[in-house]
């Protein structure tokens, strides 16, 4: 069965580039982003996890730890770090899984028969899991093209701030940018409620300011 927003994301202990991971003692009282891989020294996931090596410190200001998975072992991880960090001028600062026996991989759905990576590997996906181990956020791409860690961090903003307050988030909102008011808040109440003010477009769709800033 996929695994669905809201579900408690699966645990387990696999090996990694970093040692031995027991995933829901590894991540703790933070926020995780987990990314896999179809295999190691693949060209596009270089890019991606130099990437997510220099956004650490952004990943880390919003309490979220990055993992990656890819099917290949420990030691050849090492070896594809070194590559990385020359080509893409860069520290890796984060464990790779070595989903070797693709256990992990299996339990969260990342091996697609009609990928274009074949029935063995894993297909890019990524996965957004809170401080309750809950997934918040599941995307899968396609092997041409490399994942947007910018959104991720958007939307990781989105949610961390709408789990705090009544408020939803629009189209293409990045921080700072004006809020929906919830749908089971009245007018009246969400008055009360933004004291910086509230806008109503439609009786339906109410805006305020990001009430966190």
């Not at 701030?161 to 929906?180: F, H, K, L, Q, R």
Request: charged letters at 25%; hydrophobic letters at 35%.
């Amino acid at each position: 069965m996929s695994l669905r927003l809201g579900d408690i994301a699966p645990d387990f202990t696999q090996d990694s580039s970093e040692g031995v991971i027991k995933f829901h003692e590894w991540i703790g009282d933070s926020w995780a982003v987990l990314f896999s891989h179809p295999a190691d020294y693949t060209p596009v996931c270089t890019t991606e996890l130099g990437m997510v090596s220099k956004l650490k410190d952004e990943f880390a200001a919003r309490n979220v730890k990055p993992i990656a998975l890819s099917v290949d072992s420990a030691t050849s991880h090492t070896g594809w770090i070194k590559d990385i960090n020359e080509t893409q001028g860069c520290s890796v600062n984060y464990p790779i899984l070595a989903d070797e026996d693709k256990k992990v991989s299996t339990l969260y759905d990342m091996i697609h028969p009609n990928s274009s990576t074949g029935n063995t590997l894993t297909v890019r996906s990524v996965f957004v899991i809170d401080n309750n181990k809950k997934l918040r956020l599941s995307i899968t791409y396609p092997a041409s093209t490399g994942r947007n860690f910018d959104e991720l961090l958007r939307v990781i903003d989105s949610l961390q701030m709408t789990d705090n307050y009544s408020v939803a988030t629009p189209a293409n909102w990045t921080d700072g940018g004006d809020c929906v008011v919830v749908p089971s808040i009245s007018t009246e109440d969400a008055i009360k409620k933004f004291p910086k003010g509230v806008t109503e477009v439609k009786p339906y769709l109410r805006m305020t300011p990001q009430p966190n800033k």
